[in-house]
């Protein structure tokens, strides 16, 4: 190798570590548009995600204008509905389970780090509902981004299908980085599939993944100056030689 690969190797390297580096559940957007070919580009650059027998599991549905506020609506709705009469919640329920029917050490702990240091950092209380819930609500608004993106699968395919599809998602979320954009994963949006899929027009063989936000940061938004941290290598990787 040629002293000018190893350093277009170098600047590879950097580029595609600081992508993956500067990516964080981003939770406050401006109203930028973005141009739906660049949409499309990171799309395409995801579809080249590994997959079991290059089965490409994934499906998404891209909500922007008015379908996009129209989702908003309906789902902030049934979120507000909840809260108002409580039985109203056995109407929804995940079709999988993203987190354990019981928490264990060291996971309890980092969920509650990440909880109370979201909370405290915008003065919200462990007693204070109302902000809570408003908080919470702001994940069902895709947090003011103007794109809105869905992730179904086939429900005939196993587990190693979701394996797959969090390859692609982390594909989305870095090719995203690397033309300026901010992403936010969401769980959340996985509890109202039933309002969801129909907007959407998924068929009836599909289950929601989860859902993503999608646009420029809001860099003045207090909200996006939290950062979550993460354990030492040395703390998860095991050498065996």
């Known amino acids: 190798m040629s002293s000018s690969d190893v350093e277009a190797t170098r600047s590879d390297a950097a580029i595609v570590d600081a992508a993956i580096a500067s990516r964080r559940a981003n939770r406050a957007f401006t109203q930028a548009p973005v141009p739906r070919q660049m949409i499309a580009d990171i799309l395409q650059v995801a579809s080249r995600s590994p997959s079991g027998s290059n089965t490409q599991p994934w499906q998404v549905y891209v909500l922007t204008g008015a379908s996009r506020s129209a989702l908003v609506a309906k789902v902030c709705a049934a979120h507000d509905a909840i809260r108002a009469n409580a039985p109203e919640a056995l ?15 060291p996971y309890i702990e980092r969920r509650r780090e990440n909880g109370w240091g979201l909370y405290g950092l915008l003065g919200i209380g462990k007693t204070e509902k109302d902000k809570m819930h408003a908080q919470l609500q702001r994940n069902f608004k895709f947090f003011d981004a103007p794109v809105g993106l869905m992730f179904t699968v086939d429900r005939v395919l196993g587990r190693g299908a979701l ?6 998602l982390q594909s989305v979320m870095v090719a995203a980085r690397g033309r300026g954009l901010h992403t936010c994963p969401q769980q959340a949006w996985n509890l109202f599939h039933k309002i969801i899929l129909p907007h959407i027009g998924a068929g009836a063989n599909e289950m929601l993944v989860c859902g993503m936000a999608l646009g420029y940061a809001d860099d003045s938004a207090l909200v996006n100056t939290f ?15």
Not at 94 to 100: I, L, Q, T
Not at 163 to 168: A, C, H, S, V
Not at 227 to 241: I, K, Q, S
């Open 163 to 168: 394996l797959d599809y969090g390859t692609f």
């Open 227 to 241: 950062h979550t941290p993460r354990v030492p290598v040395a703390d998860f990787a095991h050498w065996l030689e």
């Open 91 to 105: 109407e929804y329920h995940e079709e999988y389970d993203y987190y354990p029917e019981k928490w264990t050490s």
